[in-house]
């Protein structure tokens, strides 16, 4: 093969390549911008999630409970009810990767392994939270009491249409009423 076919046939690849890794890739993921995490830790409640495979088992109950340390870290506790009424809990710990605007955090239940944790939607009193990641394969919906009011969880689910999110593929999360 002589050099202009070879030319030819690299910039052919190329365009090739570059069209298949751009036809998959979806815009930056925001995130708010900015997130007070003396307000944002406590206990929050799951409302709905995308499936994944760590939350499997959970079906019901589903807690966060983010407490500061002293290190500049959060300490993550999540909790949750199994189908045989026992409760599962998790810990791990979280950091701030961007400082600028803490809304997005590294989150570790098996260090050292983080899984990226953006805050991409936060109700301005704090009262709800929207989790995901630049991929958007995980979502989370999450609430400072254990329902939210069917207005407040279409809203959301406007917001993470407009995200790149298949709000459809959410579950919505069972709390028990006690």
């Given at each position: 093969?002589?050099?202009?076919?070879?030319?030819?046939?690299?910039v052919?690849?190329?365009?090739?390549?570059?069209?298949?890794?751009?036809?998959?890739?979806?815009?930056?993921?925001?995130?708010?911008?900015?997130?007070?995490?003396?307000?944002?830790?406590?206990?929050?409640?799951?409302?709905?999630?995308?499936?994944?495979?760590?939350?499997?088992?959970?079906?019901?109950d589903?807690?966060?409970?983010?407490?500061?340390?002293?290190?500049g870290?959060?300490?993550?506790?999540?909790?949750?009810?199994?189908?045989?009424?026992?409760?599962?809990?998790?810990?791990?710990?979280?950091?701030?990767?961007?400082?600028?605007?803490?809304a997005?955090?590294?989150?570790?239940?098996?260090?050292?392994?983080?899984?990226?944790?953006?805050?991409?939607?936060?109700?301005?009193?704090?009262?709800?939270?929207?989790?995901?990641?630049?991929?958007?394969?995980?979502?989370w919906?999450?609430?400072?009491?254990?329902?939210?009011?069917g207005?407040?969880?279409?809203?959301?689910t406007?917001?993470?249409?407009?995200?790149?999110?298949?709000?459809?593929?959410?579950?919505?999360?069972?709390?028990?009423?006690?």
């Open positions: 093969m002589d050099r202009k076919w070879k030319v030819l046939l690299a052919g690849t190329g365009v090739i390549l570059t069209k298949l890794v751009l036809a998959d890739s979806k815009p930056l993921l925001p995130t708010v911008s900015s997130v007070d995490l003396t307000r944002y830790v406590g206990k929050w409640y799951e409302i709905a999630r995308y499936p994944n495979w760590f939350e499997k088992e959970d079906v019901g589903v807690t966060a409970e983010y407490t500061p340390r002293q290190d870290k959060i300490t993550v506790v999540n909790s949750c009810r199994r189908a045989d009424g026992t409760t599962k809990t998790s810990k791990g710990e979280a950091k701030v990767e961007d400082k600028a605007t803490n997005k955090l590294k989150v570790a239940f098996f260090k050292p392994f983080y899984g990226k944790y953006w805050i991409i939607d936060l109700a301005a009193d704090y009262s709800y939270a929207v989790i995901g990641e630049p991929s958007r394969k995980y979502l919906i999450l609430s400072r009491t254990p329902q939210m009011t207005e407040t969880y279409e809203k959301i406007r917001r993470v249409q407009e995200l790149g999110y298949d709000s459809a593929k959410l579950i919505k999360t069972p709390q028990s009423q006690s």
